[in-house]
């Protein structure tokens, strides 16, 4: 997808956090298409197709959904993922050539993005509790302490061998910020593969969206990231591509005045500052997962420029002033947003 290729009616609402489907009217092709939802990976899964299909594109996507959630969660102590962790400081555990593939992946997108996207990320995540019915923020120490387990770098990966090795106990390797879009990328395929071209995904704040809705392009809403979740502030019209938006707004606690929220900077430790979404597009959507998290702790300025280094990437950002920052395809927004609370 090249940078001019985006299709762009700048109706764009782009927010952060949950990308929605923006239903037209009856009478464009609308309705002919049904929604198909599962729970999986800790997320509703849904798969809109022409109805005639339905039954076996839902049938495809959750089979691989599942597939990548049986082999890659770092939460399921079955995975050979877990058996990774587990093993951390003691061996190298052997792992399928598609995780093996992925990690090596996650490592490479960590390097290009200065280490805010880590796939060791995780053993930061006892730390924070999110849905705790009384928040609390980790004191300096204990922040720092989990720190110095974070090192995407440290990753041993013998691709001969077939095996992956974490040096120090208590490391452990997180793909929850690239699994999805990489079992979106798959279904995608597998989708064509059977013939079927016109569809959308949704994975959490993801979507991936093959051909078109009727003959016109998908309409894609993101949220205003301080406004409600019907509130947007741009339409994206898209075809073929992928979009997937991180934000401050889906899970957080304020203390003092100050927000925390669930995108830590694996650096630090803490909440990333500065950005309050970013909105990846790009027809790959594992590296459109990852660049969104990425993006949200790099800041603005860094984060705009290294999505414009990327061939095929075009970003937007919102900072903490509710401003707008864009690559060069999307600059047709506007520049503030309406809400800037």
Known sequence: MSRRSVLVTVIILVGLGAVVWLRASRGDGEARFVTVT??????????????????????????????VDASMSEWKPTTPLSEVNRSAGRRAAPVPDELLALIRRGLAIGERTDGAFDITWAALWGLWD??????????????????????????QVDEAAGTVFLPQEGMVIGLGGIAKGHALDRAARALRARGIYDFMISAAGQMMLGGTRGGRPWRIGVRDPRGTRDDFFATLELTDTS????????????????????????????????????????EDATLADALSTALMILGVERGVSVAAAWDGVEALLIDDDGVVHTTSGLAGLPRTRTNPG
């Open 130 to 155: 999110f849905t705790a019915e009384v928040p609390t923020v980790p004191a300096d120490d204990a922040v720092g302490r989990r720190v110095m387990l974070v090192d995407f770098r440290r990753v």
């Open 38 to 67: 599962a729970d999986i990976m800790a997320a509703p899964i849904s798969v809109t197709v022409e109805a005639p299909v339905a039954s076996e594109a839902a049938e495809i996507v959750f089979s691989i959904f599942h597939a």
């Open 243 to 282: 979009v997937s938006t991180s934000g401050d707004y889906e899970r957080f606690f304020v203390r003092e005045g100050v927000r925390y929220h669930h995108i830590l900077d694996p650096r630090t430790g803490r909440p990333s500052r500065g950005v309050r979404s970013a909105t990846v597009v790009t």
